[in-house]
């Protein structure tokens, strides 16, 4: 069940990244907080991640992980997570 609940978040979370980038909007929907995610230097994929992943405790460290490499200077405009992808669909996966 776990698993499951974990499968469509990350879906719900991929489903908004599709839908932002589709779009071509700007700002991130009240709630939602746009982050740039990916190892490559020239291409980073948008994801919009709910503001309540802010609180757990593996997002912080993919924080520390960009702050360690970004300092408050993030290349992208926007806050960016040099990780790759599918670590941070396992990692936010996982929560509710």
């Known amino acids: 069940m776990a698993l499951l609940r974990g499968l469509l978040g990350a879906k719900r ?3 908004l990244s599709v839908a932002a980038t589709s779009k071509k909007t ?7 907080l746009a982050v ?7 291409q980073k994929k948008r994801y ?14 993919l924080l520390s992980k960009s702050e360690e490499e970004f300092g408050f200077d993030h290349p992208m ?10 670590t941070f669909i396992s990692v936010t996966s996982r929560f509710r």
């Open 13 to 15: 979370i991929i489903s």
């Open 26 to 32: 700007v700002t991130a929907p009240k709630g939602f």
């Open 36 to 42: 740039y995610v990916g190892e490559d230097q020239v």
């Open 48 to 61: 919009l991640v709910p503001v309540s992943y802010l609180s757990q405790p593996s997002f912080h460290a």
């Open 77 to 86: 405009g926007g806050l960016t997570i040099p990780c790759p992808e599918d």
